[in-house]
């Protein structure tokens, strides 16, 4: 098996860490099989309940009360787990399997990608082929999931759905299909639809998050990481182990910078946000920003030059180079101003779902006519932005994109919520699909298709099977959707450990535990590759 390219130093220390992590799950496995065998030889017969009261009579009568006990825990678990602590390894075996089985993971995309352990094949564009295996999906989850919804509106306990949260996983789910059967058979004729898709995934960003933090008013720094948990801890394990640039996953770097803007925009002053005047200072200042940096000669250069070491990117087997922030210019420029619409969708979404709720209220006929003038509108605008805008030649359509990608999202919500029945059914398929689409982006360049190097485009297929490229594709996709979601669970799984709700102090002394492993990690990892080069000489 060869590999292509050196081992680096992120590489090897990450190898340095996996290690022990796996060999601590694998021996809290073994204690936790050896206490329950014990247990049922020694006193089958006493409940677990009991064992717990007599633990928590014990630890009382030690004059610690279970909080001080917990937090004393939390600050010697680095310690404890160096030191194989049977009792912290027990407690902590969940969290160590969810690390070893990421861990695996990992090593299963460098091995799919980084190695010629398998195959690869070209890509393949059959217009029939695609659209038939899309509705297919789209007849299979009709046939499977349709399922109607009866939530009730937070806003006024009502059953109105307007935007629901099933709603924009199921359209985050079937754009996501098209999106990354878009790569899989490099169909190019629908280029300019792939960007309105990325578009709406963005205004969900503005949508979304607006929302939570207009409603919620939780601006706690757990909160804030946990975000940037959710957004980047995937990805960064990505572009170590397998050595590409952030802006390879151009979409990570989008959406984890407009959700900042979002984040500091309400939490800036934010006990004014119950007033309309403040949020619209708001959101005219997130436009103005963006006007400035996007529009203004020379104040892009200026505002991201510090960045370029983070988002700096080029493509090598691209035929022209362009500026290393050439890409985030283009990506980022693209959609700079969507996310700003879904802050203002979101901050109307309870004055439209009152509307909706009095037009449902109306006559029959009234209604009916109402509903007839909003669809016919919205029919007759979608024809003409995809007549004299959506036609338009790649390059000329990106030109345009920034200020018309709200046309047919705006349309898309119309006529998705233009009947309570149509807005209460989705097909829950698709929902699933759209809780893991960063996951599936992600995963998507290295399990399912194949770069082969560091930074490179996806340009060819992973092929298990080879000569057989619909059962590869069967066989690649079942796997591909498993390990998605599978990674999915264990950020959420993982994501506690690291960064707990309500405990600063805990937050903090992890914040610093981690930077000084990292920077540990790595430094061995320099010394071991050290010694290794030198023995390679020795021997030659």
Not at 36 to 65: F, H
Not at 486 to 511: E, S, V, W, Y
């Amino acid at each position: 098996m060869e590999i292509s390219g050196p081992i680096t130093p992120g590489q090897m220390a990450v190898l340095v860490g996996f290690i022990p992590i796996l060999l601590a799950w694998m021996y809290a496995e073994a204690l936790e099989f050896w206490n329950k065998s014990r247990q049922a030889t020694v006193n089958p017969t006493v409940p677990d309940i009991l064992l717990k009261e007599e633990a928590k009579k014990q630890l009382l009568e030690s004059g610690l009360s279970p909080e001080s006990s917990r937090a004393y825990k939390q600050k010697a678990g680095l310690f404890r787990f160096f030191m194989m602590d049977k009792d912290f390894l027990l407690d902590n075996r969940l969290t160590l399997r969810a690390a070893s089985e990421f861990g695996a993971f990992l090593v299963y995309f460098y091995l799919c990608d980084r190695t010629d352990l398998f195959g690869e094949s070209k890509k393949n564009y059959n217009r029939d082929l695609f659209f038939f295996l899309f509705f297919l999906l789209i007849i299979v989850a009709a046939m499977t999931s349709l399922t109607i919804h009866h939530d009730t509106s937070p806003f006024s306990s009502k059953p109105v759905q307007y935007l629901n949260r099933h709603q924009t996983e199921e359209w985050k789910g079937w754009m996501q299909v098209l999106f990354v059967m878009y790569h899989y058979f490099n169909a190019k004729e629908t280029y300019n639809a792939i960007r309105v898709f990325i578009a709406a995934y963005v205004w969900m960003t503005g949508f979304g998050n607006f929302s939570y933090y207009y409603v919620r008013k939780d601006f706690s720094l757990a909160r804030f990481y946990q975000m940037i948990w959710r957004l980047n801890f995937f990805v960064a394990f990505c572009c170590i182990i397998l050595g590409n640039h952030y802006m390879l996953y151009y979409i990570c770097p989008m959406h984890t910078f407009f959700t900042l803007m979002v984040y500091c925009s309400l939490g800036i002053l934010n006990k004014y946000n119950e007033t309309g005047s403040v949020i619209a200072i708001k959101i005219a200042a997130c436009f103005l920003v963006i006007v400035a940096v996007w529009e203004i000669p020379h104040v892009y250069d200026f505002v991201w030059a510090p960045f370029t070491f983070l988002l700096a990117y080029n493509d090598p087997d691209a035929s022209r180079k362009y500026p290393p922030m050439h890409e985030w210019n283009f990506r980022a420029g693209l959609d700079r101003y969507i996310w700003i619409l879904g802050m203002i969708y979101a901050y109307f979404h309870p004055m439209v779902e009152g509307w909706l709720e009095k037009l449902e209220q109306t006559e029959v006929k009234l209604r009916t006519l109402i509903k007839t003038c909003i669809s016919a509108i919205c029919l007759v605008v979608g024809y003409l932005w995809y007549q004299y805008i959506y036609k338009l030649e790649k390059y000329t359509y990106n030109r345009y994109h920034p200020y018309t990608s709200w046309i047919p999202i705006t349309v898309c919500i119309c006529l998705r919520n233009i009947t309570q029945e149509f807005r209460s059914y989705t097909l829950t398929l698709f929902g699933w699909l759209g809780k893991m689409t960063l996951e599936s982006y992600i995963a998507q360049f290295h399990i399912w298709l194949r770069s082969g190097k560091p930074d490179a485009q996806p340009q060819k297929l992973l092929s298990i099977v080879p000569n057989y490229p619909m059962l590869n594709f069967m066989l690649n996709t079942i796997i591909f959707v498993t390990v998605a979601h599978r990674i999915f669970i264990l950020t959420n799984k993982l994501k506690p450990a690291m960064i707990p709700a309500g405990d600063n102090k805990q937050l903090l002394f992890n914040l610093i535990s981690g930077v000084i492993i990292s920077i540990t990690l790595y430094a061995l990892s320099l010394v071991l590759l050290n010694l290794m080069n030198k023995q390679s000489e020795v021997q030659k």
